[in-house]
């Protein structure tokens, strides 16, 4: 007799971005995306969709910048977007778990750099990758 024991891990796949291109400017917390960060993040959010991404969420820290990255992207996804202070510049591995925690199989989570590298290497170990603006990592919690 044969048997066969598969095990299902139960797993949450976050899709960490940075937000797109800002433009310069005070006070930092209301600095838009120039154009081009706009049009990356589109690009972007077309990419997700063709490669069948369907968050549950796409979560953005409060400033400007990653609520309009954020919202293109949910945009693109056709989902929702919402913001978390969690999020904010100097979140945190901690703060991130927090923040998807209960929201589903997928999340797109935005923040900003230096915090998604250090994110990205709390959780998968080693170095910080680099994080351009509109760059992306996945994420197996």
Request: charged share 25%; net charge negative.
């Amino acid at each position: 007799m044969r048997f066969r024991c598969r095990v299902q891990w139960d797993a949450l796949r976050v899709y960490l971005v940075r937000h797109g291109e800002a433009a310069p400017g005070d006070p930092d917390a209301l600095r838009p995306l120039t154009s081009d960060g706009r049009a990356a993040v589109r690009d972007l959010g077309a990419r997700l969709s063709t490669e069948g991404v369907r968050p549950a969420v796409v979560l953005s820290s409060p400033l400007l910048r990653a609520r309009e990255t954020a919202d293109e992207l949910a945009k693109a996804l056709d989902t929702e977007m919402e913001t978390d202070d969690r999020l904010a510049p100097g979140a945190t591995a901690a703060s991130l778990r927090s923040a998807v925690s209960g929201r589903g199989d997928e999340v797109i989570v935005v923040g900003h750099q230096p915090d998604c590298g250090v994110i990205a290497a709390d959780i998968n170990g080693g170095d910080p990758p680099r994080f351009p603006p509109a760059g992306l990592t996945v994420l197996e919690l």
